[in-house]
């Protein structure tokens, strides 16, 4: 089986959808950081402006005050990877000076012109993520044809044009963008047939953590849905995906653990 990494999330945002405004100071974002450590997590996602439906974008200058001191208190203390979350060019090269090791960019590189020429002149591991439309729309009525199709295609077209701009592709982790422009249908489909991106020789990322389409199901609210996370997480392993986003960690880990387990059986 693929081996499994945990990406812990650490949201610095008054207003994300499941845990804004919990850590907006940086003792707040410190102890998340252990706590996230000391439950398994193998390297943390640190995002500074809201991505839930209907956000309202922030201006880069209020992104950067929010991630980059944050990124240099995590770093101070503990040295494992640390993933910046955004589709801003400048906010990403300020937080991998601050010590961010990954870019993790929901705009697949579309947002902000200039992040090419950042990813190119870099090393880090890059993640690219399908989204149809943006944050503030991408909920209103989402429509595809063959959902699982257009989003290879999309990535096809990612990685040819990654390549063209000479990115070393061995780099770029895969994001099929769970609850970004999808509707329960759509998200259940994927989750179903993770194992089809494999095709395309790059490692694939889920992030599925607390997300609307478990409360759907399950009529849990926001904070009461990490054991649905736990098992999508464990479903997600079996059909060799390399990265879990979650909230809690200690659960998807153990889940993670015994799906595992069965694997290798």
Request: charged share 20%; glycine share 8%; hydrophobic share 45%.
């Amino acid at each position: 089986m693929t081996v499994v990494r945990i990406m812990g999330i650490i949201n610095v945002t008054p207003d994300s959808f499941s845990d804004g405004g919990r850590y907006c100071t940086l003792n707040s974002i410190v102890a998340q950081a252990e706590a996230l450590v000391a439950a398994g997590a193998d390297l943390l996602d640190v995002g500074g402006e809201s991505t839930r439906p209907f956000a309202v974008p922030i201006s880069e200058e209020e992104e950067l005050r929010r991630v980059v001191p944050a990124i240099l208190a995590i770093r101070k203390k503990y040295s494992l990877p640390i993933s910046i979350d955004t589709s801003k060019a400048e906010v990403a090269r300020q937080a991998l000076v601050a010590g961010a090791d990954m870019i993790n960019d929901i705009s697949a590189l579309r947002h902000d012109p200039a992040m090419i020429d950042l990813v190119r002149a870099s090393t880090v591991p890059v993640v690219i993520m399908h989204m149809q439309k943006t944050p503030g729309d991408m909920q209103i009525e989402p429509c595809y044809q063959d959902v699982v199709g257009e989003i290879l295609d999309f990535f096809r077209e990612r990685l040819t044009w990654l390549r063209g701009q000479g990115v070393d592709c061995r780099r770029i982790i895969l994001d099929p963008g769970i609850g970004f422009g999808k509707t329960l249908a759509h998200n259940l489909i994927l989750l179903k047939n993770l194992s089809v991106f494999s095709d395309l020789g790059q490692p694939l990322l889920l992030g599925h953590s607390r997300k609307r389409f478990l409360g759907d199901i399950t009529g849990r609210q926001v904070g009461e849905r990490d054991l649905a996370t736990a098992v999508v997480s464990a479903l997600a392993v079996m059909q060799g995906v390399s990265i879990v986003r979650v909230h809690d960690v200690s659960l998807s880990r153990q889940a993670i653990q015994i799906a595992e387990a069965i694997g290798s059986a």
